[in-house]
C-alpha cells in the first residue's frame, strides 16, 4: 500500500465520519440527559435529507449552477430548524410523559416512533428513492496526492464546524452549564430553579437540527434519498456512540472518526459487502475489552 492511497483511505474515512458524527452527537445528547435511546433519531436525519430536497424542488427552477453550494447551505439550514421542531414534537408528545416509566416503555415508544417518520414519509412522497435536483459539482482538489472532491471538502468543513460550535454551547454557555447539570442530577437541578423540561427540549432540538443537518449533505453528495436511509445510518452513529463512550460528545466524534476509517480500510481490504460486518464486527471485539467506550467513565450507580 503506497502513501497516496493510504492517504485517500484516511481522508475517504474522515468524510464518512463527519456524517456518523452530526448524528452520534444526538444520540450522546439525550442519553447523556435523560438516559434515553432515542431510536428515531437516525429517522430525523432521513427527514432532514427529505425537507431539503423538498425545498429544493420548490427551488430548482430559480437555482443556478454557480450557486447551487451557497444554496445548499441556506437550506440545509432550513432543514435543520424543521428536524430540530419534529425533535421538539417527538419529544413533548412521545417522551416526556413517559419520563417516569420503566425504560422498556420508552423503547419500545422510540421504536413506534422510528416507524411513523418512516412510513410517514413513505405516504408522503412514495416508496421509490427520489433524486435531489441540485448537487455539488465534480471538481476536486489534490491533498499530497489524494483527491478531495470540493463536495466533500465543503461538508467536512460545515461537519467540524457544526461540532466545533456544539462543544462551544455545551461548555462555555450558561445553557451548556444547565445540560451538564442535569446529566449528573435532575431532580437537584429542580430544586435550584433549573427549568429542566425547557433544557431537555433545548436537547432534542439541537440534536434533532445536526441530524438534519447531516441529511441534506448526504442527500445533496449521494443524489438520491429514500424513506428507509436513516435506519443503517442511525445503527451506524449508535454504533459510534457507543464506541466514543454513549453521553459523551467528544466520544462520539471520536468514535464516528473511528468508524469511519475502519469503514475505509475494511471496504478496501475486504470490499464494500463486508463494510457492515467489519464494523459492527469490531464494536463486539472492542466492547469486551472496553465496555464503556473510549472515552467513557465507569458510573457508580447511588442507592
Known amino acids: 500500500m503506497d502513501l497516496q492511497y493510504l492517504i485517500q483511505l484516511i481522508l475517504n474515512g474522515l468524510f464518512i465520519g463527519s456524517f456518523y458524527a452530526l448524528?452520534?452527537?444526538?444520540?450522546?445528547?439525550?442519553?447523556?440527559?435523560?438516559?434515553?435511546?432515542?431510536?428515531?433519531?437516525?429517522?430525523?436525519?432521513?427527514?432532514?435529507?427529505?425537507?431539503?430536497?423538498?425545498?429544493?424542488?420548490?427551488?430548482?427552477?430559480?437555482?443556478?449552477?454557480?450557486?447551487?453550494?451557497?444554496?445548499?447551505?441556506?437550506?440545509?439550514?432550513?432543514?435543520?430548524?424543521?428536524?430540530g421542531t419534529v425533535g421538539l414534537v417527538l419529544e413533548r408528545v412521545a417522551y416526556r410523559p413517559l419520563r417516569g416509566a420503566p425504560r422498556l416503555s420508552v423503547l419500545i415508544t422510540a421504536v413506534g416512533a422510528s416507524f411513523a417518520?418512516?412510513?410517514?414519509?413513505?405516504?408522503?412522497?412514495?416508496?421509490?428513492?427520489?433524486?435531489?435536483?441540485?448537487?455539488?459539482?465534480?471538481?476536486?482538489?489534490?491533498?499530497?496526492?489524494?483527491?478531495?472532491?470540493?463536495?466533500?471538502?465543503?461538508?467536512?468543513?460545515?461537519?467540524?464546524?457544526?461540532?466545533?460550535?456544539?462543544d462551544q454551547l455545551v461548555n462555555r454557555t450558561r445553557a451548556g452549564r444547565a445540560m451538564r447539570a442535569i446529566s449528573q442530577d435532575p431532580k437537584a437541578c429542580l430544586l435550584m430553579g433549573i427549568n429542566v423540561d425547557r433544557v431537555i427540549s433545548r436537547t432534542f432540538f439541537i440534536g434533532s437540527a445536526l441530524a438534519g443537518a447531516a441529511g441534506v449533505m448526504a442527500g445533496a453528495y449521494y443524489g438520491k434519498v429514500d424513506f428507509l436511509m436513516g435506519f443503517t445510518i442511525g445503527l451506524k452513529a449508535f454504533t459510534a456512540a457507543v464506541i466514543g463512550g454513549i453521553g459523551n460528545l467528544r466520544g462520539a466524534v471520536l468514535g464516528a472518526v473511528v468508524l469511519g476509517l475502519l469503514e475505509s480500510f475494511g471496504t478496501a481490504a475486504l470490499g464494500s459487502e463486508w463494510r457492515d460486518v467489519f464494523a459492527f464486527g469490531f464494536l463486539i471485539l472492542f466492547l469486551t475489552v472496553r465496555p464503556t467506550g473510549l472515552l467513557g467513565e465507569r458510573v457508580t450507580e447511588r442507592v
Open 23 to 83: 448524528v452520534a452527537l444526538g444520540y450522546s445528547m439525550v442519553y447523556g440527559i435523560i438516559k434515553l435511546l432515542n431510536f428515531a433519531h437516525g429517522d430525523i436525519y432521513m427527514l432532514g435529507a427529505f425537507a431539503g430536497y423538498a425545498l429544493l424542488t420548490v427551488a430548482a427552477g430559480s437555482l443556478g449552477a454557480g450557486a447551487s453550494i451557497v444554496v445548499l447551505v441556506l437550506i440545509m439550514v432550513v432543514a435543520m430548524l424543521v428536524t
Open 117 to 166: 417518520l418512516e412510513y410517514g414519509i413513505a405516504v408522503g412522497f412514495g416508496p421509490n428513492p427520489r433524486v435531489y435536483p441540485v448537487g455539488f459539482g465534480n471538481g476536486a482538489i489534490s491533498v499530497l496526492g489524494a483527491r478531495v472532491t470540493y463536495a466533500q471538502l465543503a461538508m467536512m468543513v460545515i461537519a467540524v464546524g457544526l461540532m466545533i460550535a456544539l
